[in-house]
């Protein structure tokens, strides 16, 4: 009975704090908002969150089951480090490197202790921008990708996808799971949502600087190769004994290889070498002529006003 006494205060806490998020002043910065949003309910955030945000231990699991085991994991907006509970201390530990990524200091502390006393040595805790971040292997090194009810609080997350791309090695595997709404008009098979749904919803979690997107979906079916997508229905704690479900999604998608990598390589690569340049015949290895004539660009001249060029 203790233990459901403290699980009803702690919501009580969260709930206050979503109740006067739209009232605070937050800063003028996304992670000044964010620490603003997260500060005073860091510590009941995995509770709550469980029973709010469904399908991270689905996406955990399918992502682990498609990737298997070494390489290189980045959890973008990974908070306070669940995704990786969530994901087993046994494949935790089968990654080269783990990086967890988030703008919010306070849910990176719960993060660091969590990875302290699981002694994850290979986890790395990065405070940075999920759309600017690069990992000291650099671009084209990282295996997978994770967003876990992330994208949703990232204002520009189109920017968020395509630096993960950026990010990725070729074949390798990004997963999302997320709060959404369909289109007004859905593609053929995926799921309709009523009018209540497309509309309370994204003005709902608005408020709280969620944004609901109908287009997060298509969009990732676009940018990656499917391997997965699952369309569910989650009932908000609470309020959502009146309302209907709130939409949630899971992807998993693989970067595709470049067209020349898949290709059997019946063709040299030819690199131009600076001579090129000059507008002069180039030579490819081995002294082979080409028929390759490179033209001379010159800079153009400037010219000031009120004068004339011969």
């Not at 660091?112 to 040595?121: A, I, N, P, Q, T």
């Not at 998993?252 to 690569?269: F, N």
């Not at 030819?270 to 030579?283: E, F, N, Q, R, Y």
């Amino acid at each position: 009975m203790g233990q459901t006494i403290s699980s009803i205060v702690s919501d009580v806490r969260v709930l206050a704090n979503l109740a006067m998020a739209p009232f605070r002043h937050a800063g003028e910065s996304h992670k000044e908002r964010l620490e603003a949003f997260y500060q005073a309910q860091a510590g009941d955030y995995d509770a709550f969150r469980k029973r709010l945000l469904q399908g991270r231990e689905e996406l955990m699991a399918e992502a682990k089951a498609a990737h298997g085991e070494g390489g290189i994991w980045v959890d973008l907006g990974g908070g306070t480090g669940a995704n990786l509970e969530m994901m087993g201390d046994e494949a935790i530990m089968s990654f080269a490197k783990v990086y967890l990524v988030d703008l919010c200091g306070p849910l990176l502390e719960v993060a660091r202790k969590r990875c302290e006393e699981r002694g994850w040595h290979n986890v790395q805790i990065v405070e940075d921008d999920a759309t600017t971040w690069v990992p000291e292997e650099g671009y084209g090194q990282v295996n997978l990708i994770t967003f876990s009810y992330s994208l949703t609080m990232i204002p520009d997350w189109y920017a968020a996808i395509e630096h993960a791309a950026a990010l990725l090695a070729p074949g390798g595997l990004i997963g999302t799971v997320d709060f959404y709404v369909a289109r007004k008009h859905p593609a053929e098979g995926m799921a309709k949502h009523s009018w209540l749904q497309r509309t309370f919803w994204p003005t709902w979690f608005l408020m709280d600087d969620v944004r609901l997107n109908m287009d997060h979906v298509p969009y990732l079916l676009r940018k990656f190769q499917k391997v997965a997508v699952v369309e569910g229905l989650a009932q908000v704690p609470y309020i959502g004994w009146l309302l209907p479900k709130v939409p949630y999604y899971r992807f998993i998608g693989k970067l595709e290889l470049p067209e020349h990598e898949e290709e059997e390589d019946d063709a040299a690569v030819i690199k131009l070498p600076p001579a090129a340049a000059s507008g002069k015949k180039v030579k490819a290895a081995g002294g082979k002529k080409l028929d390759i004539e490179v033209p001379t660009f010159q800079k153009p001249r400037m010219v000031r006003q009120g004068s004339s060029v011969n």
